[in-house]
């Protein structure tokens, strides 16, 4: 296999998967959450490994 082929093969994959996302995600950019939430007052949400137990 050449460079362009597996080049080519590699887009056209990345190109499907988001078409197929695309087409089963129910999009709603208004139930989003927030791409930065620097004084939002949202909290965050999960654990954080090195913090001590309270």
């Known amino acids: 296999m050449t460079r362009r082929f597996t080049a080519s093969l590699a887009i ?16 709603n950019p208004y139930k989003a959450p927030p791409l930065l939430a620097l004084g939002s007052g949202a909290a965050a949400s999960g654990g954080f490994c090195g913090a001590m137990p309270e």
């Open 12 to 27: 056209a994959f990345l190109g499907l998967l988001i078409l197929f996302d695309s087409a089963t995600a129910d999009l």
